[in-house]
């Protein structure tokens, strides 16, 4: 089982549209999680960090942590075609300070 | 503005020469900086755990002779690609946590692209 995996992608959805992007980690004790984009040929860039149960929003943007799931999710709202990109999922797990680990990535379309 | 800096943003390089690369930190002190490599379509593999003052940390399968960290001062870490081989272009991204940041804020570098002829 890799440690941190994320849902196959590619993902397209309609402009104007919800995407989903889900992700499941293997070290329960994780203490950190985030969300970063990465468009082609260029560094990540952070978009969510969470760190506790829950839901936290910013903008159109909404992270979900479920630790009993072992489960992060990002939910982006009124999609539009500047948010095509690779989504990376990334995880601090609970002996590690400061190393992330990354999912495989998905590649998110949003058509006009 | 950028938080962490990386110099060159690109080189060219011939097969058997070695690259160094740069990382800053611009705003903050970086006790850590972590050092990754990313091939085309695939995601981040983190090669090493730059740690200032001491040895990095290397990741299993990653040879420390060939790829040399130092992590000098609080706000420079350089990799350095030693007589670099043409499967070693790849794009390589340093990370830097900012200690004075709520939770474990990781910045990354804006990434270097090393082609190797």
């Known amino acids: 089982q890799k440690e941190v995996e994320q849902n196959s992608g590619p993902l397209s959805v309609p402009e104007g549209a919800i995407a989903s992007l889900n992700c499941t980690y293997s070290?329960?004790?994780?203490?950190?999680f985030f969300w970063y984009r990465q468009y082609s040929g260029k560094s990540p860039e952070l978009i969510m960090s969470i760190y506790s149960n829950g839901d936290k929003e910013d903008g159109r943007f909404t992270a979900q942590l479920n630790k009993a799931s072992q489960y992060v999710s990002l939910l982006i709202r009124d999609s539009q075609p500047s948010d095509s990109a690779t989504y990376l999922c990334?995880?601090?797990?609970?002996?590690?300070?400061?190393?992330?680990?990354f999912g495989q990535g998905t590649i998110l379309t949003v058509h006009p | 503005g950028a938080v962490v800096s990386q110099h060159p943003s690109w080189v060219i390089c011939k097969s058997g020469t070695s690259v160094k690369i740069e990382c800053r930190s611009l705003?903050?002190?970086?006790?850590?900086m972590f050092w990754y490599r990313q091939f085309p379509k695939q995601s981040l593999m983190l090669m090493a755990t730059?740690?200032?003052?001491?040895?990095?940390?290397?990741e299993q399968g990653v040879e420390k002779d060939k790829f040399l960290i130092n992590h000098a001062s609080l706000t420079l870490s350089t990799l350095t690609v030693t007589s670099a081989h043409p499967e070693d272009s790849s794009f390589y991204i340093c990370?830097?946590?900012?200690?004075?940041?709520?939770?474990?804020?990781?910045?990354f570098g804006e990434g270097s692209w090393l082609t190797v002829v």
């Open positions: 730059s740690n200032e003052g001491s040895k990095a940390t290397y």
């Open positions: 070290d329960r004790v994780s203490q950190s």
């Open positions: 705003d903050f002190q970086a006790t850590t």
């Open positions: 990370s830097a946590r900012d200690p004075s940041s709520s939770g474990n804020t990781i910045y």
């Open positions: 990334a995880v601090i797990g609970g002996t590690s300070y400061g190393k992330l680990t």
